[in-house]
């Protein structure tokens, strides 16, 4: 199959796509559309934008296994990592498929397409997971007598105490916390996948929320916002890149600079499993479709 890769393809005209162009766009949404969350969204599209780029410069115009071999060659050449490397071979392995799927190639050029390996990775990125005693510290670097040091501190206490990712962190509202048989409980979580869950809050996850929204006045909407310049509460939910400042600020505190809050979500798990928690329970509360990915990735030592 031939696909417009060749010149040309990311070229604007006063602001309005060529042919070319605007062809490529509804080929990579046959990929995109599919997907069910922004990030994905916005890694895949660029991992094959570079794909297309690249189709540019050397002139391709034939999208086969051949040319997918080559181009994970040059990305070898630019000595670029494995796992970034994988990626953008992800994504070119599934939009093959969805363009076969649309009947714009034959399945067995996709079926081709998708066998091209991608690198070995020496070992497992584990990330960090932080102790007992340096979860405490952490929580405890926020000055919680001052608007913002009250939001981070909570801010933290939710990462640690409950194990959201980022984005969920972002987009928990008011209305999520609940209280269900006595205890407190984040219901009706959307995460990964558009998967649904409940997750269960510690008492002390909740004392701190409610110091942040008292402080704040926030009764309805997203509990994490934004505060302008005066520190008062600007209305706006937290980024997902906010959010990582404060962890890696926070990390900084305590002798953990490189610390994310990917890191946090271990250190919810590792702790979860030292106090017997049941790897089952571990995996509903983390949102993880299997429990091998849990047992894989949050060992408990």
């Known amino acids: 199959?031939?696909?417009?890769l060749g010149r040309g393809v990311v070229a604007m005209k006063e602001g309005i796509l060529t042919p070319r162009a605007a062809a490529l766009e509804r080929i990579k949404a046959l990929a995109l559309d599919t997907l069910p969350s922004p990030e994905s969204k916005r890694a895949y599209g660029q991992a094959l934008d570079d794909f297309f780029r690249w189709c540019e410069v050397?002139?391709?115009?034939?999208?086969?296994k051949a040319t997918v071999n080559a181009y994970r060659t040059a990305l070898e050449q630019r000595r670029?990592?494995?796992s970034t490397i994988n990626q953008r071979l992800s994504a070119i392995r599934k939009l093959a498929m969805e363009v076969a799927d649309n009947g714009f190639m034959a399945f067995d050029q996709a079926s081709a397409?998708?066998?091209?390996?991608?690198?070995?990775q020496a070992g497992v990125r584990t990330g960090h997971w932080l102790t007992r005693e340096q979860a405490e510290r952490l929580i405890s670097v926020a000055d919680?007598?001052?608007?913002?040091?009250?939001?981070?501190?909570a801010?933290?206490?939710?990462l640690i105490?409950?194990?959201l990712r980022c984005r969920e962190t972002a987009n928990l509202s008011v209305v999520h916390i609940q209280q269900r048989d006595g205890r407190w409980v984040i219901v009706d979580l959307i995460g990964k996948g558009r998967r649904v869950r409940s997750v269960p809050m510690p008492q002390w996850t909740r004392q701190a929320i409610d110091a942040w929204t008292g402080m704040a006045g926030i009764e309805s909407g997203f509990v994490f916002r934004q505060l302008d310049k005066s520190e008062r509460v600007a209305g706006d939910r937290l980024t997902a890149r906010r959010i990582f400042q404060i962890v890696r600020s926070a990390g900084g505190a305590i002798g953990v600079p490189s610390l994310a809050p990917h890191d946090l979500r271990r250190t919810f798990a590792r702790l979860a499993h030292r106090g017997k928690s049941a790897l089952e329970q571990i995996q509903l509360s983390l949102g993880h479709a299997s429990v091998m990915t849990t047992e894989h990735q949050y060992p408990s030592e």
């Open 155 to 158: 801010l933290l206490a939710v």
């Open 161 to 163: 105490g409950c194990g």
């Open 1 to 4: 199959m031939f696909l417009p």
């Open 113 to 120: 397409i998708s066998r091209v390996k991608g690198l070995r």
């Open 58 to 64: 050397e002139a391709v115009t034939e999208f086969s």
């Open 80 to 82: 670029l990592s494995s």
């Open 144 to 153: 919680a007598t001052t608007l913002k040091g009250a939001r981070d501190r």
